[in-house]
C-alpha cells in the first residue's frame, strides 16, 4: 500500500529520535536499490543543500538608542551606504550595496572588493564595523550625527531578510560574442570559450519539488548557518516546468524564495561575501530545505538524479543582456558536472558557479539536526504558488 | 650555488628555436628542466632550474629573443579557509593546476602546476588566491 504521511507524524518521530532522513544525494542510492514504493516507506525527511551567490540579499538592523536620541535617516557601515528610510535607528543593508568612492567599472573590469556582503561577512564574523549616521534634527530626535564602532552582539537585532533567493533552476551561461564579458555567471572567455552553471543539480531545494508540494510560508530551513524561515515566495517567483522537443516535463524552473533568520545565529562559514570582477558584490548564502516525504510522488521528484534534472544554456553575449529570450538548448545537470558540453558543435569546458562539496556539506547538517531532534518541521501555513498557477514576468517599458 | 628557477613564455615564433642548447653551450648553464607545455597555437611555457655564473648574460639572451621571463621567486597559494570549493577557476586556469576531483566536485589545488600567470586572482570571487613572495616562507 502507499504510504501518506503528516507533518505531525514525521514530527513525533523526529521528537523521539526515530525519524529516518537521508540526504539528497542518499535517497537516490536509496532508491536505485530499492525503489519508490519501499523507499518511500522507510524515509521521513529528505534533505537538500544549495552554497551559491544569491545578490538579493541583505539585513535588517535595529542598532539602539543613543543618548539624545538620533532618527538615522542616513547610515554607513564601514563607508557602505545602508538604507535608513524607516524607523528611528532601523536600517537595510543590502548585499550588493558598494563602498562609497568604490570605482566601480570606470577602470573596467572594475575589482569590486567591498559591499554590503562583505560588512554581512564581518558582522557574522564578530568583527567590529564602523557606523556613521547623519539626520536632520527633529525635537524628538535632536541629535544630527553619530559615529561609532558596533560588533553583531552589541546591537538590538540582525534579521538576514532575502527577498529573492535559492533560485530554483538557473542558466548555463556562455558568450557567443567576440569579446571576453564580465558577468554575475562569472568571466566568461569570447566564442564559447566556457560555460558557467549554478545550483547544485541533484542537491538543490527547489529542483528536488518542483511542484513545490511542500514548501510554503513557515517553512523550516537551514539558512547561513543557522535555522531560518521561508516567509514567502521571493521575487520573481515565475515557477513553470521546463519541457523536451516532445513536451514531456523535465525539470522546475523559475521558482524563487523570501528567507528569513536571525543573523546572530548565523556562521561566516555560510555567509560569505564575494565580487565578481567586473559586476559587483553579492553574498553568497547556505541554504537547505528538509523535503518531508508525505507520498510516494513527492519521494519520486527528491529521488531525480543529475541525468534527469536539465539547465537552459543561455547566450550572455548578446540573448541576455538584450532580453531578446530563447536559449541555446537544455543540457543536464550530469554532463554539466563531467567538465564539458558540446554547443553548435563545439566543445566548451564547464565550470560551476555553486559550490557542490558545500551544498553536500549542508544537506548533512540539515540531517544531523534533524536526527537529533534539534529541528522540526515547520508545516506551511499556505503552500508557495506552483507551476500549475502560471505565474509569468512582467516588462517593464 | 642555488638553481635559479624560471618561468618562460614563448610564442609560435620561438617555440621551434633550439633555446636550451644555446643556454648550456654558450653561456655555460646547467639546465633542469622542471616542466614544459605548448598549446595547438604553438604558444608554450617552459619552468627551468638554472645554474651558473652566467646566469644573468643567459636571461639577457632569453630576453633578445622575444622570450617572456618571470622569477619564480614568488608562489601562489590557496587560503583554504576562504576558499568555498566552488570551482568557477578550474576553467580559467591554463595549467589546470586548479582543477575538479570527479565525482566529489572537490576543488584541489597543484602548486606545482602553477605557471604564477595570477589569472585566479582575478577570478575568485572571495578572493581565496594569493601570491606570496618566497623569502617569506
Sequence with gaps: MSIQRTYKEINDRIKKGQAVVLTAEEVIERVKDKGITKTAQEVDVVTTGTFSPMCSSGVFLNFGHTKPRIRMSKVWLNNVPAYAGIAAVDAFLGATELAEQDPRNSKYPGEFRYGGSHVIEDLVAGKTVRLRAGSYGTDCYPRKEVETDITLQDINEAILFNPRNCYQNYNCAVNLSDKTIHTYMGTLKPNLGNAHYATSGQLSPLLKDPHLKTIGIGTRIFLGGGIGYVVWNGTQHFPAMLKDKDGKELTGAGGTLSVLGDLKQMNPRWLVGTSFRGYGTTLTVGIGLPIPILNEEILAYAAKTDEELYAPIMDYGKAYPQGEGGNLGLVSYAQLKKGSITIQGKEVPTAPVSSYPRAREISYTLKQWIEKGNFLLGEPSQLLPGPEAGLQGKALS | ?137
Excluded at chain 2, 4 to 17: H, N, Q
Excluded at chain 2, 79 to 107: D, F, W
Aim: glycine residues 6%; charged residues 25%; aromatic residues 6%.
Design chain 2, 1 to 137: 650555488m642555488a638553481p635559479e628557477k624560471i618561468v618562460l613564455r614563448f610564442g609560435p615564433e620561438t617555440a621551434d628555436k633550439p633555446i636550451i642548447y644555446h643556454l648550456a653551450k654558450e653561456y655555460n648553464l646547467v639546465i633542469n628542466i622542471v616542466k614544459a607545455s605548448i598549446n595547438p597555437h604553438k604558444e608554450g611555457t617552459m619552468v627551468l632550474e638554472l645554474t651558473g655564473e652566467r646566469y644573468e648574460e643567459g636571461i639577457d639572451f632569453l630576453r633578445q629573443q622575444g622570450i617572456t621571463v618571470r622569477s619564480l621567486a614568488q608562489e601562489v597559494v590557496r587560503n583554504e579557509e576562504k576558499c568555498t570549493q566552488c570551482g568557477q577557476c578550474t576553467v580559467h586556469c591554463p595549467t589546470k593546476a586548479l582543477y575538479i576531483e570527479r565525482p566529489s566536485m572537490e576543488v584541489k589545488f597543484n602548486g606545482d602546476e602553477c605557471i604564477l600567470c595570477l589569472m585566479c586572482l582575478k577570478i575568485c570571487p572571495v578572493h581565496a588566491m594569493e601570491v606570496r613572495m618566497l623569502s617569506e616562507l
